[in-house]
């Protein structure tokens, strides 16, 4: 047992521990609320068994809804509470039940920005569902630091569900727990909790997609093809239910009974074609998680994650600079504070940041100092970045900065860069912030660019400060004005839905006006207003 009142260990299992993973295969009932039951849910298992580990142990909890519907119970259940991170990926509430998970919907009080909504349009099919998946699950379970994953498996996202609209074969059914998976070894100590959820189509989807996820869970390959016994079994009752919804053309805008009964766990390509609206449908869903992206992961780790497609058209500018892994140092500067001499690095290349220490205090973004120290590694490897370090002569990093292109909710737009800063709580009030601001931002190949900062207030670590979120934004816009940055007026939802909140933008002096002009027209004409 920890100090949380968790066992320890990495494994999946052995003989001497408990398990690492568990799988109750009938629970995951998202739907059921405290005082009603609702959508085929009467106890809502999945909030009961959270509930417990709250209760019991000190531990924060991930919990990652993948049936197709909104997870609005267990939502609901922990909206207010900073201790569970609910994130649910479902088909969009415009067509199904429950018509919640809006991504607006962020959660409440302390607990603001733990509840993250990816409504996904209809017909989205494996590679649009596994790009969005991989570019926010392991930045928000990065960021969140749970002790435990709590995954609802509902199978009901696969294209022959009759129930909803997602078309997703195995194969993006197989990404899923391979992803829940990965991220309970690499960031909760293989403490994981899959649960079964939805999942209508019985015959073929349910058996086979419930079977590999305990084979992923306890290791086991999986057979080239299913059991000939099970098909002779189960193929007949099949065929009834085929036969009876062989007069109705469509069920739910699908094809009634269009495939045969399978025969291996993989789905035949053949069997499903690509869809009419593919590319828009793909469109959509992308601009879906950059908005996510933008809201709920924070700058930093959005940097050391950047989504598949990002792609700076300044790549390499960085390396013009200062050609990472040649002899040319970085730029340095010495700053004197009362607790000491601090150096000043810029473009510090990953064997730098290999040799230093974060500073315990220096966990804003990832909230352990040791996954920090791993963010900025990764930061400083990113062709796309550059990392400002401000670090003592014994090798303790107190303070950084990282410049990055846009992410992916800026897509349209050129020579946008992102601007983060953190300095460590132990080391604040010295004038560390704009000191090290200030020698970030001087060179003047930085007037090529428009440059932003954005302060979400669910994203500001108040509590140590002991200030109010309204008081952490002046501290923030004095700091960004000491660099010429002027605080903007914008419909963006980012901003707008949220007092304390601010977007700060500082336009280069070589930006030409056209390239402003579009940048400005952007930020007060947000084309994500006109979809809510
Ligand atoms: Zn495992
Ligand atoms: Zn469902």
């Known amino acids: 047992m920890n100090a949380k009142g968790l066992p320890e260990g990495g494994t999946c299992s052995s003989e001497e521990e408990r398990p690492r993973h568990v799988f109750h295969p009938a629970g995951g009932l998202h739907h059921a609320w405290e005082k009603r039951a609702s959508g085929f849910c009467i106890y809502n298992d999945s909030a009961v068994a959270i509930a417990h580990l709250l209760q019991a142990t000190e531990a924060k909890v991930v919990y990652i809804d ?9 939502q609901q259940a922990f909206y207010d509470e ?20 809006d991504v607006l919907e962020v959660g409440n009080g302390p607990g603001r920005g733990y509840a993250v909504n990816v409504p996904l349009e ?6 649009s569902y596994s790009e969005v998946m991989n570019s926010l699950l392991p930045a928000l379970v990065l960021s969140f630091a749970p002790d435990v994953i709590v995954s609802v498996h509902g199978c009901d996202t696969h294209a022959w569900d009759p129930l909803t609209h997602l078309h997703l074969s195995m194969r993006g059914i197989q990404a899923q727990m391979r992803i829940a998976h990965h991220l309970a070894h690499t960031y909760c100590q293989g403490r994981w909790v899959a649960l079964g959820g939805g999942g209508y189509d019985l015959y073929r989807v349910v058996p086979r997609a419930w079977s590999m996820l305990w084979a992923e869970m306890s290791e086991q390959p999986l057979p080239a093809h299913l059991p000939e016994e099970w098909i002779t079994r189960w193929r007949p009752a099949w065929l009834a239910v085929a036969e009876q919804e062989a007069g109705e053309e469509q069920v739910m805008g699908k094809v009634a009974a269009q495939a045969d009964f399978p025969t291996t766990f993989e789905d035949r390509p053949e069997v499903f074609p690509a869809q009419p609206r593919r590319l828009s449908i793909s469109h959509t869903n992308r601009r879906t998680a950059a908005l996510v992206r933008q809201l709920l992961v924070p700058p930093s780790v959005r940097h050391a994650f950047p989504s598949a497609r990002r792609q700076s058209p300044m790549t390499g500018m960085f390396d013009l600079l200062h050609p990472r892994g040649s002899e040319t140092p970085s730029r340095s500067k010495i700053l004197e504070t009362h607790k000491g001499p601090l150096l000043l690095r810029d473009f510090c290349p990953p064997s730098l940041v290999e040799r230093l220490i974060p500073d315990s205090g220096l966990r804003a973004f990832a909230r352990l100092p040791e996954r920090e120290h791993q963010l900025l590694l990764t930061i400083a490897k990113s062709p796309d970045c550059a990392l400002t370090l401000a670090h003592t002569p014994a090798g303790e990093m107190v303070g950084e900065v990282t410049l990055a292109f846009a992410d992916d909710w800026w897509e349209g737009l050129e020579n946008v860069y992102e601007v983060t800063i953190e300095v460590s709580a132990n080391w604040r009030g010295l004038g560390i912030g704009y000191t090290l601001l200030a020698f970030a931002l001087e060179l003047d190949t930085l007037e090529d660019m428009i440059l932003f900062a954005m302060g979400l207030s669910w994203h500001w670590d108040t509590e140590g400060l002991g200030i109010t979120p309204q008081r952490y934004r002046e501290l923030i816009a004095r700091l960004f004005a000491s660099q010429g940055f002027v605080e903007q007026a914008t419909t963006e939802p980012n901003i707008s839905m949220e007092p304390a909140n601010i977007l700060l933008v500082r336009v280069g002096k070589h930006v030409d006006q056209h390239m402003a002009n579009q940048f400005f027209s952007r930020i007060l004409n947000s084309p994500n207003l006109s979809r809510w």
């Open 66 to 74: 993948f049936d197709a519907h909104h997870g609005d119970g267990v």
């Open 82 to 101: 900073p201790r569970v991170m609910t994130v649910s990926l479902h088909e969009t509430g415009r067509y199904l039940f429950p018509g919640t998970g």
């Open 122 to 127: 209809p017909f989205t099919e494996d590679d």
